[in-house]
């Protein structure tokens, strides 16, 4: 696992929520997916698919800054600040936000967030 891999995956990732993608945040989200929100309340990957199928959430722009990646192995860690502009349940979602991704190989040898937490950015 390469520093470009992880930023390759990143992209993935940050392309597929702006289109809503589901196939895409299928491959590059775990089934086991633990993420914390910004709230504090813990989601598994079905519920954030369930979110941009339902149309819930609507992500219009998202702007990574500030990204560092932490390399350990099989697994990789990304602390990166993301300016969104969304609506979650039809209400304004704007907000400057920092992700923490946690990336995994799979038994397929492909990467996959096992888990991520996100937070107010200050």
Sequence with gaps: MTEAEILEAEERLRTAMLRSDLEVL????????????H???VLGKED??????SGLLRVKELEPSERVVLLLGDVAVVSVRMLLVGTYDGNAANGDFRFTRVWALSPAKTLRVVAAHAGIAG
């Design 48 to 53: 954030d698919l369930a979110a941009h199928r």
């Design 39 to 41: 709230f504090g309340h």
């Design 26 to 37: 299928d491959e590059l989200l775990a089934p086991e997916l633990i993420f914390t929100n």
